[in-house]
């Protein structure tokens, strides 16, 4: 199952995940407050449904989710490690596993530290600076799993 980013759904689910009330995501698209309701019910039935088959698909064991935040936590049964899924506005759906990597080494650099702080952002989450994406990313998970 994919995630329609660009459907009105997932606006509403977005702008309530930041914190916007119904009736006043109802009142910016002109809509009633009920229709509102409504669609954040099946946007996070979706988002819960999606999250549970990235982990069925990433062969990770479900700890906890949060289809509000859009985030599951659980533990990867092949790399036996922590793992995280979840949805980003700008990255979309996204599997972090716990890890120690040489990132100064890693050609991925850049994409991880993009991808840590603009979720940090998303959440609201406010972290330390720092130029490496496993010491941002344990800070940042652990700041989110006390939040959910």
Not at 51 to 80: D, K, T, Y
Not at 82 to 88: C, D, E, L, R
Request: charge should be neutral; include cysteine; charged fraction near 25%.
């Amino acid at each position: 199952m994919f995630l329609p980013l660009k459907d009105k759904q997932f606006e509403f689910w977005r702008l309530k995940r930041s914190g916007f009330l119904n009736i006043n995501i109802a009142r910016l698209f002109n809509i009633s407050k009920q229709a509102v309701s409504r669609a954040l019910i099946t946007m996070d039935d979706r988002i819960e449904k999606t999250l549970l088959e990235m982990a069925h698909a990433n062969q990770i064991e479900v700890e906890r989710v949060n289809s509000e935040c859009g985030v599951l936590f659980g533990h990867s049964m092949p790399f036996n490690a922590s793992a995280i899924i979840f949805v980003s506005v700008k990255h979309g759906m996204q599997v972090w596993y716990k890890h120690e990597g040489n990132c100064g080494a890693c050609n991925r650099y850049t994409q991880c530290i993009e991808l840590l702080w603009d979720f940090a952002d998303e959440m609201k989450i406010k972290l330390q600076k720092t130029d490496d994406p496993t010491k941002l990313a344990d800070e940042l998970f652990e700041k989110l799993r006390a939040l959910v």
